[in-house]
């Protein structure tokens, strides 16, 4: 267990950690972004834990708290419960050290996920339709068979494993005046808050953090409000990585002191600052990695000055991405879906077609029925799905359909 200060491990336990740590985590990139840099008018660059070893930077944490175990501990072996990434990094850490370790994931955990999990050489046990009942099922393996639970966020040994992400940025961007991080139970903004705090400290300079929560996942500003860790209802969300319901004691006590600002972003949000990241800096990011950039795009981070956003995670089934992608394309006016009332006669469907061409668009997709709800006996119902460049264009679009005597109503 790392020296604690009043909040958290002290700067030589961060620093400890990091020797550990550096036996297995990568040092990941830091990447420059110019399209951030012009939205928030200052440097912005990219902490990529999304290509860390196994996609996210939870092995540092499980790995720091795993080899700290006496040998009595490892030789009872590891339990720990998770959707993803922290099944992923307890189950690398363990395999590293050669000790056994029982992963609990939920019965519809992503396939990509459970595979990886199982291939890093964990018994992978299905319990329950959410993270909560494996977690309840993790901590009753626990006390009937000796292992040791290996916690997602809450302890020392694992903030102080996550914080070792912030003395990174520090060696890479030494100039940096701002963090923003995304936060969940609170293990990496923590870490990385609690480090760089004490780290800036010494240098006679400052910091500002930023956490950033899912709009329908966010107990951090209830909590900070009533002053306590506060538990809320979960909403659905996307960025399931982040989706936690109520803060660790320990990170809300450190976020508490070391933390500057908590703000939220909506599912649209991230998935527009997905599809940013994918077409911009091509890294493929999970909804939970890619809240920092969804903050900075909302325009909620201002007067930042040199900026690091952190990747989370890159951690994401191909069939989300192809949704959260389609979404990203949506909400950012690239991709329109209009329905359309047309008289069941001949040459109508070409008429529109050549409409959508002349405002230089790109039919994509095409639904024709007379057995639409909104349609009338004589008409038929068009839906239409179409490539389009932007606000100004879809408008473009609308106002050839509109002057042309038709009636397009976009399909949310």
């Known amino acids: 267990m790392p020296e604690l200060t009043l909040a958290g491990p002290t700067l030589a336990g961060f620093e400890a950690a990091r020797i550990v740590v550096s036996q297995v985590a990568e040092i990941t990139p830091m990447e420059s972004s110019r399209f951030l840099a012009e939205l928030l008018g200052s440097p912005v660059y990219l902490k990529c834990e999304n290509l860390q070893r196994t996609g996210s930077y939870k092995i540092r944490g499980a790995y720091n708290l795993i080899s700290r175990l006496t040998d009595e501990e490892k030789s009872r072996g590891v339990v720990a419960a998770s959707a993803g990434n922290h099944a992923q990094g307890v189950a690398f850490a363990a395999r590293e050290l050669g000790i056994s370790a029982t992963i609990f994931m939920p019965v519809g955990v992503a396939l990509p996920k459970l595979q990886a999990t199982r291939n890093y050489g964990a018994e992978v046990v299905l319990r329950g339709n959410a993270v909560d009942e494996a977690l309840r099922t993790a901590a009753e393996f626990a006390a009937n068979t000796g292992a040791v639970f290996i916690p ?3 302890h020392a040994d694992v ?18 005046q701002t963090v923003i991080v995304p936060i ?8 990385v808050a609690s480090a760089l705090k004490q780290k800036f400290a010494l240098l006679g300079r400052s910091v500002r953090i930023i956490g950033v929560q899912a709009e329908n996942a966010a107990p951090y500003p209830l909590s900070i409000l009533n002053g306590v860790s506060t538990a809320i209802k979960l909403l659905p969300t996307i960025a399931d990585g982040i989706a936690v319901s109520k803060p660790g004691i320990l990170n809300f006590e450190i976020i508490r002191h070391a933390v500057d600002e908590i ?60 949704r959260v992608i389609s979404r990203g394309l949506s909400v950012s006016d690239r991709y329109l879906k209009l329905r359309l009332m047309l008289p069941d006669r001949p040459g109508q469907l070409a008429r529109i077609a050549e409409l959508v061409s002349e405002a230089n668009a790109n039919v994509v997709e095409v639904l024709h029925t007379r057995n639409g709800r909104n349609a009338l006996f004589g008409d038929v119902e068009l839906e239409l799905s179409i490539e389009t460049r932007g606000p100004e264009h879809v408008q473009r679009v609308l106002g050839v359909l509109v002057e042309a005597g038709y009636e397009p109503r976009i399909d949310f």
């Open 184 to 191: 969940g139970g609170g293990g990496l903004i923590s870490g």
């Open 159 to 176: 903030v102080a494993g996550q914080g070792t992400v912030g003395l990174e940025m520090l060696d890479q961007v030494p100039d940096l």
């Open 263 to 322: 703000i939220t972003v909506s599912d649209d949000d991230i998935a527009r600052a997905m599809l940013v990241l994918l077409e911009r800096a091509k890294l493929v990011v999970e909804p939970a990695g890619a809240a920092a950039v969804a903050a900075i795009m909302t325009g909620q981070v201002t007067d930042a000055g040199v900026t690091v956003a952190v990747l989370s995670g890159g951690n994401i089934d191909p069939l989300v991405m192809e």
């Open 152 to 154: 997602p966020f809450d």
